[in-house]
């Protein structure tokens, strides 16, 4: 810094933590510095996963997602949640075909049954993408999933067949898995907390799909309906795809029957079954005209 710098007011007067960092590991080498004990604490990983330090990782987690999204310029989302295990329809034939016992065999054709709904996932994903909608400099309905295969694969396809970018929110999990290929590589994120995966799956979603799929989509589906009915959250579009296999799964209206809801509440959702009618909602809940 030349002594004309110096004087300027503007200019910083601690050095950043990159640098800091540098200069941390030119230090000579004793055994007081190669002690873990002396390492800075921001550089330390034994330390930042400590039980105690839980409260940073929060915060952390919380953080890094809204800090890329927003330099992403990254306004809203249309959030698609789904199963794992639903096949593409050109791989429908080969689970059935795999299938050992009649057992197997039964589950298999129902999953292969239900593969249209990877290809209206992934044409309503390629629906949004192609509105290209852009707000205050802020790109609107950008498609997210959970970043896995299946019906979260098709929501990044569809994005990705259109050239636009998407979201894909994982989690780690003790077996072996990654990003599905389609989630664009500077929008996929690794979760620990599923608390905050949820968190960031919600706060920029204006509308959400919701396609067959197991305990991880029903969690995310009554989380949601949970907080549009208790006012945490104001409303928006959901979709639910598949009525047939919900209504087989829950008795809604044996919910609202028992008195543990409300008849009110079986209208914070929307059936659909393709992907034209389920992005018409959207449009006209929000006024929009993609042309």
């Given at each position: 810094?030349?002594?004309?710098?110096?004087?300027?007011?503007?200019k910083?007067?601690?050095?950043?933590?990159?640098q800091?960092?540098?200069?941390?590991?030119?230090?000579?080498?004793?055994?007081?510095?190669?002690?873990?004990?002396?390492?800075?604490?921001?550089?330390?990983?034994?330390?930042?996963l400590?039980?105690?330090?839980?409260?940073?990782?929060?915060?952390?987690?919380?953080?890094?997602?809204?800090?890329?999204?927003?330099?992403?310029n990254i306004?809203?989302?249309?959030?698609?949640?789904?199963?794992?295990?639903?096949?593409?329809?050109?791989?429908?034939?080969?689970?059935?075909q795999?299938?050992?016992?009649?057992?197997?065999k039964?589950?298999?054709?129902?999953?292969?049954?239900?593969?249209k709904?990877?290809d209206?996932?992934?044409?309503?994903?390629?629906?949004?993408?192609?509105?290209?909608i852009?707000e205050k400099?802020?790109?609107?309905f950008?498609?997210?999933?959970?970043?896995?295969?299946s019906?979260?694969?098709?929501?990044?396809?569809?994005?990705?067949?259109v050239?636009?970018?998407?979201l894909?929110l994982?989690?780690?999990?003790?077996?072996e898995?990654?990003?599905?290929?389609?989630?664009?590589?500077?929008?996929?994120?690794?979760?620990?907390?599923?608390?905050?995966?949820?968190?960031?799956?919600l706060?920029?979603?204006?509308?959400?799909a919701?396609?067959?799929?197991?305990?991880?989509?029903?969690?995310?589906?009554?989380?949601?309906?949970?907080?549009?009915?208790?006012?945490?959250?104001k409303?928006?579009?959901?979709?639910?795809?598949?009525?047939?296999f919900?209504?087989r799964?829950?008795?809604?209206?044996?919910?609202?029957e028992?008195?543990t809801?409300?008849?009110?509440?079986?209208?914070?959702?929307?059936w659909?079954?393709?992907?034209?009618?389920?992005?018409?909602?959207?449009?006209?809940?929000?006024?929009?005209?993609?042309?």
């Amino acid at each position: 810094m030349t002594e004309q710098e110096d004087k300027d007011l503007t200019k910083r007067r601690f050095y950043k933590a990159e640098q800091e960092a540098g200069f941390a590991e030119q230090q000579p080498d004793t055994i007081q510095t190669e002690h873990p004990a002396y390492q800075l604490a921001f550089r330390d990983t034994d330390f930042l996963l400590r039980d105690e330090l839980r409260p940073v990782r929060f915060q952390l987690e919380l953080l890094k997602p809204e800090m890329l999204l927003e330099e992403a310029n990254i306004g809203s989302t249309l959030v698609m949640y789904g199963s794992a295990r639903i096949p593409s329809p050109d791989k429908a034939e080969a689970l059935v075909q795999a299938a050992a016992t009649d057992y197997q065999k039964k589950v298999a054709g129902r999953l292969a049954d239900k593969a249209k709904y990877y290809d209206e996932a992934r044409k309503l994903a390629r629906l949004a993408s192609s509105c290209a909608i852009v707000e205050k400099g802020m790109r609107q309905f950008v498609v997210c999933s959970g970043g896995g295969p299946s019906i979260m694969e098709a929501a990044n396809r569809g994005a990705a067949d259109v050239g636009a970018e998407s979201l894909g929110l994982n989690i780690v999990l003790p077996h072996e898995q990654a990003p599905n290929r389609f989630v664009t590589p500077r929008l996929s994120f690794q979760f620990h907390y599923f608390a905050l995966r949820k968190m960031h799956f919600l706060l920029r979603a204006r509308a959400v799909a919701v396609f067959p799929g197991g305990f991880g989509t029903f969690d995310e589906f009554f989380e949601l309906l949970t907080l549009i009915q208790t006012g945490k959250m104001k409303p928006i579009p959901i979709l639910l795809y598949g009525r047939e296999f919900w209504e087989r799964v829950i008795d809604f209206e044996a919910l609202a029957e028992e008195g543990t809801i409300n008849p009110a509440d079986l209208d914070l959702f929307r059936w659909c079954e393709t992907a034209e009618e389920g992005w018409e909602h959207i449009s006209k809940f929000y006024g929009l005209d993609c042309g």
